[in-house]
């Protein structure tokens, strides 16, 4: 359990404490806090891939985390959910936003701002991650959301560049298109299943085609 906490949260960790590690030892503590971060959390994606070799796809774990949001007969959990799949994508994400993150070292040295950047770099990967180990479809929607907002940062880093900013208006504008229709399923889905549970959801969804429903 704690293995799963680990790979989803040691990026956030890394975009939350980037600028102070920088106002305390430099960019370099900030690009080496963030990136050894990227590098543990890439190395433990290995191993729950592994896991789920192990048990021949039949991976699934749901690791609870607390109670999001309650209201009425509406009930949103935040969990983490891990399975064959989210297990191969912990890998994708992780590996690639790791080799992203040392490359960057290079990449970003002569800039300034560069603890500003791995920041934005690891909040980029902590959402990424939400999206994929999400249990329910408001997690999901949680981890689009900060997917937008960490693409809208990211696009617009050089913010001194109008060709950047208004490329990042667009990306804002074009993922806020794409936020009513993700909601506008979301709110269908619990009408018919009184769920936006996956477990419930896709159980209930399948137990209506076999009726024919």
């Not at 009930?75 to 992203?100: P, Q, R």
Request: charged share 10%; net charge neutral; hydrophobic share 60%.
């Amino acid at each position: 359990m704690l293995m799963y906490k680990l790979i989803v949260f040691l990026p956030l960790f890394g975009a939350l404490f980037a600028m102070p590690a920088a106002r305390i030892g430099g960019a370099k503590a900030a690009e080496y806090l963030t990136c050894t971060a990227m590098v543990i959390a890439a190395i433990l994606s290995c191993f729950t891939f592994w896991d789920a070799m192990q048990a021949h796809g039949e991976l699934s774990v749901v690791v609870p985390l607390f109670t999001w949001i309650k209201s009425g007969a509406f009930t949103a959990e935040w969990a983490l959910k891990i399975d064959t799949l989210t297990a191969v994508m912990l890998v994708v994400v992780n590996g690639v936003s790791c080799l992203v993150h040392i490359y960057s070292i290079g990449y970003m040295h002569n800039d300034p701002h560069r603890p500003r950047f791995f920041a934005y770099l690891s909040l980029f990967t902590f959402a990424m991650l939400m999206l994929v180990t999400a249990s329910n479809f408001i997690q999901m929607f949680f981890g689009w959301e900060g997917v937008g907002l960490a693409s809208y940062l990211l696009i617009g880093f050089w913010y001194h560049k109008e060709s950047a900013n208004a490329a990042s208006i667009k990306a804002f504008v074009v993922n806020r298109v794409g936020d009513f229709g993700f909601a506008l399923g979301i709110f269908t889905v619990f009408v018919i299943f009184g769920s936006v549970n996956f477990d419930k959801v896709f159980s209930m969804a399948l137990s209506m085609a076999e009726e024919g429903v």
